[in-house]
């Protein structure tokens, strides 16, 4: 496109712990255990459940979720304005009910919970799989996420920056979370969708493997919240890590298949990236910044 210029690094590029870390496989697993995360919110929950039809599209969510993060980090900034400016449109849009009073998703209180859920989420999982992140890299990379924050238009001064003060922040909002029917409505969700056909005869490896293993990885005091049983902590990290290094083995023959120029839109954000870039730019764990 006629805005996009081929060295357009967009918001973070190559030199920022978020261009390597949202190209960790275990993202797809950060992803689900933020959806779980989220729902402990008695109102964040109700505008997921009242604004999804988990029936029809029982993948959508995470998803467009994924897209989103994938754009933000890995695209031309017109691009990622553009897509910012299509999420927020639809956000205006959106009502929900909760306690006989009905709120925009869009409130910053909201917005705020919903990217402390997934940051953390994505911070925390890949972590436990291994990623070799220090506590400076942590640090930075919550402080660079701040700019995702500002995309669905929340304040970036308002955001937590850092390890300390997300950790501050999730205890603040311990008092507000809770389990709700809608909470209980995800939990079911997320441990067995609603597949059918040959799909649905994988449903009890993907609950064990996918679906509580996400769970699991919860903090202790959300777990208790739901009030329902956990993988013991050695038990998760260890699986975790399995499961990474097998995807992380997968990915690496998708991206080798994916480098054909033909299969246009099914190719992840990441290799468009390098492709644009060069392959300098290629994300690695190899390649955080040096200095964190």
């Not at 973070?12 to 995360?37: D, K, N, T």
Request: with cysteine; charged share 20%; glycine share 6%.
């Amino acid at each position: 496109m006629a805005d996009v210029s081929p060295d357009d690094a967009g918001l973070f590029g190559p030199g920022s712990v978020s261009w390597q870390l949202h190209a960790e496989p275990a993202m797809w697993l950060a992803g689900i255990r933020s959806l779980y995360l989220q729902a402990l919110h008695p109102r964040a929950v109700a505008g997921i459940v009242q604004n999804s039809d988990f029936r029809a599209d029982p993948l959508g969510r995470l998803v467009r979720t994924a897209n989103f993060v994938g754009v933000s980090t890995y695209c031309p900034r017109a691009a990622v304005e553009r897509e910012a400016a299509k999420v927020r449109a639809v956000h205006r849009t959106l009502r929900a009910t909760h306690d006989g009073r009905t709120f925009r998703i869009d409130e910053p209180e909201l917005l705020l919970w919903v990217h402390c859920a997934e940051v953390s989420s994505f911070l925390t999982v890949v972590r436990r799989a291994g990623f070799p992140l220090t506590a400076a890299h942590a640090d930075q990379y919550l402080d660079e996420q701040r700019a995702s924050a500002a995309l669905v238009g929340l304040d970036p001064s308002e955001v937590p920056g850092s390890v300390a003060a997300m950790r501050d922040y999730l205890r603040e909002m311990r008092p507000t979370l809770r389990r709700t029917e809608d909470t209980d409505v995800i939990y079911d969700f997320l441990h067995r969708p609603p597949v059918a056909g040959r799909l649905a005869l994988g449903l009890p490896l993907y609950e064990r493997t996918v679906g509580h293993l996400a769970y699991s990885l919860l903090p202790g005091w959300a777990v208790k919240l739901y009030g329902r049983g956990a993988y013991p902590a050695p038990v998760s990290t260890a699986a975790m890590r399995t499961l990474a290094e097998t995807l992380r083995v997968l990915q690496k023959t998708v991206r080798t298949v994916m480098r054909e120029p033909h299969l246009g839109p099914l190719v992840p954000h990441p290799v468009l990236a390098t492709r644009r870039l060069g392959k300098w730019a290629a994300p690695s764990a190899r390649k955080l910044p040096a200095a964190a």
